[in-house]
């Protein structure tokens, strides 16, 4: 999305992480944490989101991307920076054990022993242990419901006078967050907002911008997506069951 923003053409892989495409020597090389995503900008070699999208508004021109006084600047960030810390683990947490461990399911002992030694990280290795194991029942599954019902609200009440969520102009804490209620939607769960009305109209203005549509619409694979929503639509009943705990 700060790419389209900034009017910068780029050339985009897929990497299949249920696959494991992550743990892939060369991709490693470029991404030593096996994340995504990663930029690559000439020699340059940026990684993690907050910290790619810093670098795009610094590296090109084009519409600034940061507000242009100190107090909203600090507030972007304050957005951004829950991203890290928090908001990040927790839609892992749901993603992961409400849809994810499904293609996991059914695979056999040896293919799980080889995927977690291509993945050689003993606690991302518990993780996906347990989640493929509990699903909803993991132990941070409800914070990560309590973790988004607070990011909701925080937002319902700081967009009550103003469009965008660092002040007037939309600024990369707008593209931050915004492929986060993607995800949720994606679950089936935008139940969540259904009674923040600030929040959703919010959201409707990032999805109707055209950066939206190039860098996250056009990479939508629809079968996922489907699948994702149908294995949402059970967990709803117990997702709201804890909103309202």
């Known amino acids: ?33 096996a994340v995504v995503p990663t930029l690559v900008n000439g020699a340059e070699v940026i990684i993690e989101s907050t910290v790619i999208n810093e670098y795009i508004d610094e590296a090109f021109s084009g519409p600034a991307l940061k507000p242009a006084s100190p107090a909203e600047r600090a507030s972007m960030r304050g957005w951004t920076k829950q991203l890290d810390e928090s908001l990040h683990g927790a839609v892992v947490i749901l993603s992961f054990c409400i849809a994810f461990r499904n293609d996991f399911l059914p695979k056999t002992a040896e293919d799980m022993t080889s995927f977690y030694a291509r993945m050689n990280n003993p606690e991302k290795e518990k993780f996906y242990r347990e989640a493929i194991a509990m699903g909803m029942d993991h ?7 309590q973790r988004y019902r607070k990011l909701l609200h925080d937002m319902e009440a700081a967009l009550a006078d103003r469009d965008w969520l660092a002040g007037r102009s939309f600024s990369l804490a707008d593209i931050g967050i915004a492929p986060y209620l993607t995800r949720l939607e994606q679950l089936g769960l935008a139940g969540m907002w259904a009674d923040k009305a600030h929040v959703a109209a919010w959201y409707e203005r990032a999805r109707q911008r055209p950066s939206y549509q190039t860098a996250v619409t056009d990479w939508l694979v629809a079968p996922a997506v489907a699948a994702m929503h149908e294995a949402g639509k059970a967990a709803w009943p117990r997702i709201r069951g804890i909103l309202k705990s």
């Open 1 to 33: 999305m700060a790419l389209a923003e900034k009017g910068v053409a780029f050339t985009g892989t897929v990497l299949n992480l249920r696959a494991g495409d992550q743990y892939d020597p060369e991709y490693r090389k470029l991404n030593p944490g």
């Open 139 to 145: 132990a941070g599954f409800i914070p990560a419901v």
